[in-house]
């Protein structure tokens, strides 16, 4: 309505299911690299009916690490996440990884200590009151899952959320040379992550 378009809410569906996955991983090269104490945790969403677990990493200051969807929550899928978290990172390890009390993270951190994937002196400590600001990121998340109605499938679900967590990384100011209240200067980011004249 800004620029003077009538668009359906179909077709803009449409456009985040298809650029979504590409702004995740523009905005994965530019962001500032977390710090060592981090939050693990995940939620549930709804996908093509059937309940399915949004796993979620911030570390201490509420810095999107990463997410991942996961239709069980067990050790191995817990594993599969700190593995996928610890790939992101890079050089990055963590020096505590703060957890809700789920079993599953234990076992997952100390089998990954012994394959030295993580270090030997990372402590999983279980604190469910330190997790607030990550519970405060899975509001924002499922706040924008609602208004959307939920998810008809796995890959639109995959696709949509990459895009929302793009989004709140950009909004929370975790592009290494952006400011977090540079609304133009984000707005000008993500069209230059596209190619677009401003």
Same mark, same amino acid.
């Given at each position: 309505?800004?620029?003077?378009?009538?668009?359906?809410?179909?077709?803009? *569906?449409?456009?985040?299911?298809?650029?979504?996955?590409?702004?995740?991983?523009?905005?994965? +090269?530019? /962001?500032?690299?977390?710090?060592?104490?981090?939050?693990?945790?995940?939620?549930?969403?709804?996908?093509?009916? @059937?309940?399915?677990?949004?796993?979620?990493?911030?570390?201490?200051?509420?810095?999107? /690490?990463?997410? @991942?969807?996961?239709?069980?929550?067990?050790?191995?899928?817990?594993?599969?996440?700190?593995?996928?978290? !610890?790939?992101?990172?890079?050089?990055?390890?963590?020096?505590?990884?703060?957890?809700?009390?789920?079993?599953?993270?234990?076992?997952?951190?100390?089998?990954?200590?012994?394959?030295?994937?993580?270090?030997? +002196?990372?402590?999983?400590?279980?604190?469910?009151? @330190?997790?607030?600001?990550?519970?405060?990121?899975? +509001?924002? /998340?499922?706040?924008?899952?609602?208004?959307?109605?939920?998810?008809?499938?796995? *890959?639109?679900? !995959?696709?949509?959320?990459?895009?929302?967590?793009?989004?709140?990384?950009?909004?929370?100011?975790?592009?290494?040379?952006?400011?977090?209240?540079?609304?133009?200067?984000?707005? +000008?980011?993500?069209?230059?992550?596209?190619?677009?004249?401003?």
């Amino acid at each position: 309505m800004e620029r003077g378009l009538s668009v359906d809410h179909s077709t803009i *569906g449409r456009w985040v299911v298809r650029y979504a996955p590409e702004l995740n991983k523009r905005v994965r +090269r530019e /962001i500032r690299p977390p710090n060592r104490s981090w939050r693990v945790d995940e939620t549930y969403v709804r996908v093509a009916g @059937m309940w399915t677990y949004l796993y979620g990493a911030v570390d201490s200051t509420g810095e999107t /690490i990463d997410f @991942m969807l996961s239709p069980k929550r067990d050790a191995i899928a817990a594993k599969h996440f700190l593995q996928l978290t !610890l790939h992101r990172t890079g050089p990055v390890r963590p020096r505590v990884i703060n957890v809700d009390g789920h079993p599953a993270y234990a076992t997952a951190i100390e089998e990954l200590k012994r394959s030295g994937e993580l270090g030997r +002196r990372c402590r999983c400590r279980p604190s469910p009151y @330190m997790n607030n600001v990550l519970e405060q990121d899975h +509001r924002f /998340i499922k706040k924008r899952i609602a208004a959307s109605l939920w998810f008809r499938s796995v *890959g639109g679900a !995959l696709n949509t959320i990459a895009g929302y967590e793009s989004m709140h990384m950009i909004r929370k100011g975790q592009i290494r040379w952006l400011a977090k209240g540079d609304i133009v200067g984000q707005i +000008r980011f993500i069209h230059e992550v596209y190619g677009i004249a401003a």
